[in-house]
C-alpha cells in the first residue's frame, strides 16, 4: 500500500518532515498519472480504496497535490518496463526551509544501488 502524506519528526533533528509516495502498474507513465489524478476512487484499481475500507481513496492524487507551505519539496521517481506494462514509483518529501541538504546527499545513482545489492 501507499503511505498516505506523513508529517514526522526525526530523533535529532529540528522541526517536523513530510513524505508520501505512490506505485502503479499500468500502460504508460501518462496512463499512469491519469489514474492517480481521476481515477483512484471507488471501482478503480487501487488496491487501498474498497467497498470495506475507503480510508486509502483517493489518496494518490492526495500525495500528488500536497502543499507544504515553508518547506523545501524533494521528489525521487523510478521506472521499470515489463511485459507491456511500466511500474513506476515516486517518493515526495518535504523538508524544512531552513534546512541546507547538498544536491549530492539525495543523488543516488544504479551503479549505487547495484553496489548495494539491488538487481532486476
Do not use: F
Given at each position: 500500500t501507499d503511505p498516505n502524506y506523513a508529517m514526522e519528526t526525526i530523533p535529532?533533528?529540528?522541526?517536523?518532515?513530510?513524505?508520501?509516495?505512490?506505485?502503479?502498474?499500468?500502460?504508460?507513465?501518462?496512463?499512469?498519472?491519469?489514474?492517480?489524478?481521476?481515477?483512484?476512487?471507488?471501482?478503480?484499481?487501487?488496491?487501498?480504496?474498497?467497498?470495506?475500507?475507503?480510508?486509502?481513496?483517493?489518496?494518490?492524487?492526495?500525495?500528488?497535490?500536497?502543499?507544504?507551505?515553508?518547506?523545501?519539496?524533494?521528489?525521487?521517481?523510478?521506472y521499470q518496463a515489463m511485459n507491456g506494462m511500466v511500474s513506476l514509483a515516486q517518493i515526495f518529501i518535504a523538508i524544512p526551509q531552513n534546512d541546507v541538504i547538498p544536491a549530492s546527499d539525495y543523488s543516488y545513482t544504479w551503479s549505487q544501488a547495484v553496489a548495494a545489492g539491488a538487481s532486476f
Open positions: 535529532g533533528v529540528t522541526g517536523y518532515y513530510g513524505y508520501g509516495s505512490i506505485w502503479a502498474e499500468d500502460y504508460s507513465a501518462l496512463a499512469a498519472d491519469y489514474d492517480w489524478m481521476y481515477n483512484d476512487g471507488l471501482g478503480s484499481g487501487n488496491l487501498d480504496c474498497t467497498a470495506n475500507n475507503t480510508s486509502g481513496c483517493w489518496g494518490h492524487r492526495d500525495n500528488i497535490l500536497h502543499s507544504a507551505p515553508g518547506y523545501q519539496l524533494i521528489m525521487g521517481a523510478g
